[in-house]
């Protein structure tokens, strides 16, 4: 030991001599070491100042402070949520392991605040999101003590709507809603789930907006709506300890769907307030559309300058605010066509009044070029016939059909010239008869309906021959050949929905598990029995849409006048949504109708 003795006064020089010859080891006290498991706990609060329930909270110059257990972020500052709300959002800054969340205007006096951070902070190094917290405090000596709570789902699809902004008011006017914000608010959660906590026990308005601008204030030309039909007063005290308040993980599917609802909005779009000719494009020399701002467009008269009326076919879609124009004329069509056109437009007294309007519709840069540089070498096959495209699915067949759909309207038509045949299992041949009708929604649509029942096992074929059908460009159709044949797997099911109590004409929809596609549809208006064959052992939705005004399509709520949107249930079956439908199985389900919608 003596011979290292005289070594022990050169230590603390060499420390000091590697600290600046390694200087890079722990510069950076905010990078997390390489190595190691990864951090995968999210931040916890260690220290919140004013502390929850405190009274009397100074109105000026209001700061709220959360200190964490480490360095966060706030990774969605629209998240920090303040209710009632200010005109402004509250700012925040970052102080070590804090975050001060402060307010730009005073807060109102002798009222109950709640400031919710959930889904607004994460930690610094690897993202992972604070559970949430609500803090209540009051500038006044008393705590609000009632809550409620409720879901927001879209009325088409009754999906839940994340993001959506309750609103209550005690102010009950109509007007409240456009006019000034609300006397409490809270955004919905990934289930379309909400709670609002510490209001006070009065009577409230209730309303639901998907806020485009996070003002608190609805704009009905580009915001969705809610509202319930009564006023709401609520009905539960507030507790900790109540499990419909507690901070899920939006993960835990069976604890977020056991949480009860006092109430449910059905969020949707309100017909725009204003009339007028909101886009115009021309997409070939003979093809154009206009879209309007509000749906029910009237158009009075209509046609192309330089050419006779009847030279122009038209067609709206279903809620008419959307028309596609053709130009029944083959000659080569200028690059710009002016169409005149006198319609119903809003003035700036919001009445609706007959107005004449010139609209230019010219072909873009890209079109122009695309014409101009077209050579005889250059033209396929499909720019000189009638295109159409076809469909026949087996699984549909005996419903919808042979679709047969031309990219032009048709000048020329034919339907006698089309064969219709049958083959059997035995390859017998036998030729049948049909229908042909034009779709009422596009004239450019027909649906070709054999005469004979469809038998399992059976081949048929349509056949379209060539040059039959001839378009607004000159161009006659090439021949084709349909095939379909029933589905034969044993494996299929079947389901049958025996209807009842049908006092009213309806929309039902055969959907898949996740709602996005509608497998079949039917429109009834008496009870009777639906049978939606040939379907893979899986889930599925009913989605039954009451369609008060008979007129096939689903109707928008109208705020002012009180009146929501037309009715879309679901069929439950044993409290799901969805149906378990198992191979090999046909599956019997009898609707009340009467009942579902009472």
Known sequence: MKRYAKYLPLIPAALVLGALMFPTGCANTTTAPSGGAKDTIPPVIRKISPLPGTVNVPVHKTQVKFTFDEYVVVKDANNIFLSPPQEKKPKYKISGKSIIVYFESDLDSNTTYTLDITGAVGDNNEGNMHAGYTLVFSTGPQIDSMCMTGIVQDCNTLMPVKGATVLLYKDHADSALFLHRPDAATKTDDWGFFSLRNIQD????????????????????????????????????????LYELMKFDMKDTVHCLARKTDIELNLFREKPSKQMIMKKERVGMRTAYLTFMAPDAHIHAMRIKGLPKEKLITQFNPVRDSLELWVNDQRRMPDTLQLLIRYDKTDTTGRLVPTDE????????????????????????????????????????????????????????AWDSLSFRSVNPRQQEKSGTYQVTRDTTNLRRFTVMPDEKFQPGFDYYLKVPHRKFRDINGFYNDSTELKVTLPNDEKLSSLSLELTGVHNKYIIDLLSEKRDKVIRSFIVDTGQALLFPYLKAGSYCIRITEDVNRNNIVDTGVLLEHRQPEKVKFYKLDDKFLIDVPERTEMVQQINLEELFR
């Open 358 to 413: 010139t609209v230019k519709l010219a072909l873009d840069k890209k079109l122009r070029a695309e014409l101009q540089n077209s050579s005889r070498r250059d033209i396929k096959h499909e720019d000189t016939i009638a295109v159409f495209t076809s469909v026949a699915d087996g699984s549909t067949i005996e419903q919808y059909g042979f679709q047969l759909e031309f990219k032009y309207p048709l000048i020329q038509e």
């Open 202 to 241: 009065t009577l409230y308005r209730v309303y639901a907006l998907k806020d485009a601008n996070n003002n608190n204030i609805y704009e009905p030309d580009n915001e969705s709506v809610a509202f319930l039909d009564t006023l709401f007063r609520p009905r539960t005290v507030y507790s900790d300890t």
